[in-house]
Nanobody, 127 residues
Framework: QVQLVESGGGLVQAGVTLRLSCAASGRTFSLYAMGWFRQAPGKEREFVAAISRSGDRVYYADSVKGRFTISRDNAKNTVYLQMNSLTPEDPAVYFC????????????????????WGQGTQVTVSS
């Protein structure tokens, strides 16, 4: 099992950069593919970004492509989401998720694929 704790959210102005972190417990973090999702009030949870367990493959939602970057440091058991050029469309609770992956290059982009979730961190953007 793995436990996930997100951090780094907050209130920022539109256009600035924010980096979220997700720290995972356990000694097998490198066996998990990771993802970031977000949920705004009144909306369904949506996929943001995913990364393979090796970190060599990443995938983004069209809405964040070119602005957000997902990365991971397996030595630190941490996955990151660098968010540049934040817009008023980005505020939400951001969640990280983990799934055990057999293949090092596999990533997952739907919430049903993931079995482990953090409690989320709030991102608010002021215009």
């Amino acid at each position: 099992q793995v436990q996930l704790v997100e951090s780094g959210g907050g209130l920022v102005q539109a256009g600035v950069t924010l980096r979220l972190s997700c720290a995972a417990s356990g000694r097998t973090f490198s066996l998990y593919a990771m993802g970031w999702f977000r949920q705004a009030p009144g909306k369904e949870r949506e996929f943001v970004a995913a990364i393979s367990r090796s970190g060599d493959r990443v995938y983004y939602a069209d809405s964040v492509k070119g602005r957000f970057t997902i990365s991971r440091d397996n030595a630190k058991n941490t996955v990151y989401l660098q968010m540049n050029s934040l817009t008023p469309e980005d505020p939400a609770v951001y969640f990280c998720a983990a799934r055990r992956a057999v293949n090092s290059g596999t990533f997952y982009d739907t919430s049903d694929d993931y079995g482990y979730w953090g409690q989320g961190t709030q991102v608010t953007v002021s215009s």
